[in-house]
């Protein structure tokens, strides 16, 4: 499985961005798709997530300003982010997660990181 992100880049505070991701390589509907974010020093965070189905799921501080879609059938997911603080600068990566039947254990897959820089 292939992810491959676009969008990101520098914004004002209060502006806002569009992040989209495509799987690739990938023949079935991946459970879980969705975006985290690394602050600089900081741990890899969830962002937000959907599943296949198309079931949400926010990190508190995002709630409100950010807003995750996904075409189930075509494994893509886009995250638009509006009303950007300083705060929300990050490297923003794409995570697919899966449950292999196979193996029965959980796969995540990820994107290229794509930079998001809010200014004050």
């Known amino acids: 499985v292939q992810l491959q992100a676009s969008g990101g880049g520098l914004v004002q505070a209060g502006g806002s961005l569009r992040l989209s991701c495509a799987a690739s390589e990938v023949s079935f509907s991946i459970n879980y798709m969705g975006w985290y974010r690394q602050p600089p020093g900081s741990p890899r965070e969830l962002v937000a997530r959907?599943?296949?189905?198309?079931?949400?799921n926010y990190a508190d501080s995002v709630k409100g300003r950010f807003t995750i879609s996904r075409d189930g059938t075509k494994n893509t997911v886009s995250l638009q982010m509006n009303s950007l603080q300083p705060e929300d600068t990050a490297v923003y990566y794409c995570n697919g997660r899966h449950f292999m039947s196979m193996s029965n254990t959980w796969s995540d897959f990820w994107g290229r990181g794509t930079q998001v820089t809010v200014s004050s």
């Open positions: 959907i599943t296949s189905g198309g079931t949400p």
